[in-house]
């Protein structure tokens, strides 16, 4: 059964920072990963979907990794912003299936 | 396009109460997912559909949960009756051909069964 992690849960960090969030995933027999941003009292936002062939996605300040064998996913943010200040989760399509595995999520607060 | 708008967007209720939670998906979307989100379990899957047919509702918790889809544009989660740990934020998304790619998701119904 895939399960995935997220790690930390939640964190804390001055304005300006660069950050990293971390993923894990048990089964590497996935379609893509993507990564969501989830603001309070708010549906989920996509923000980048990394597809298996791939190892990084960039957005603007975002990048994603994925290295699918060793199970993990990283999202970086460059030179956090207050508006970053929300909820990231992270998502995987298992082979043989139209579904999405998330994680419990990183809160993320960002401070002046 | 509007994106997915979910209907009600609040609704408290006493239990055994019928609650019926209502979405509109993207037009042109093949795929419609309903989602339920709370603070133990985290955002857990309970039933999708491919062009308006059921395809897998093994995330609905029990047979008090219902779902349909009677066209592109409309589907609709009913519980009935409505227990206290059914309160949580039920969330609609939609995608585009493979259900893989990208979901879109609506703004929730928070739902208190009090």
């Known amino acids: 059964k895939q399960e995935v992690t997220q790690i930390p849960a939640a964190l804390s960090v001055p304005e300006g920072e660069n950050l990293v969030l971390n993923c894990s995933f048990t089964d590497s027999a996935i379609y893509n990963l993507q990564w969501f941003r989830q603001d309070p009292g708010k549906g989920l936002t996509s923000l980048l979907l990394i597809q298996s062939s791939q190892r990084e996605q960039t957005s603007g300040r975002l990048n994603a990794s994925l290295d699918k064998s060793s199970g993990r996913s990283t999202l970086y943010i460059a030179a956090s912003q207050p508006g970053d200040s929300a909820t990231y989760l992270c998502?995987?399509?298992?082979?043989?299936?139209?579904?999405?595995?998330f994680g419990t999520g990183t809160r993320l607060q960002v401070f002046p | 396009d509007a994106g997915v708008i979910q209907s009600p967007r609040h609704e408290v209720t006493e239990m055994g109460q019928e609650v019926t939670l209502r979405c509109k998906p993207i037009?042109?979307?093949?795929?419609l997912f309903w989602y339920r989100q709370t603070m133990m379990r985290g955002l857990e899957l309970l039933i999708y559909?491919?062009?308006?047919?059921?395809?897998?509702d093994s995330g609905m918790p029990e047979d008090r949960f219902s779902a349909k889809m009677p066209n592109a544009s409309f589907s609709t989660l009913k519980i009935q009756p409505s227990e206290p740990r059914d309160s949580a934020v039920y969330f609609c998304?939609?995608?585009?051909?493979?259900?893989?790619?990208?979901?879109?998701f609506g703004p929730g119904t928070r739902l208190l069964v009090l």
């Open positions: 998304a939609s995608s585009q051909g493979l259900a893989w790619e990208t979901q879109y």
């Open positions: 559909f491919n062009n308006n047919v059921p395809i897998d």
């Open positions: 998502a995987v399509s298992p082979y043989n299936t139209d579904k999405l595995i």
């Open positions: 037009s042109g979307h093949d795929y």
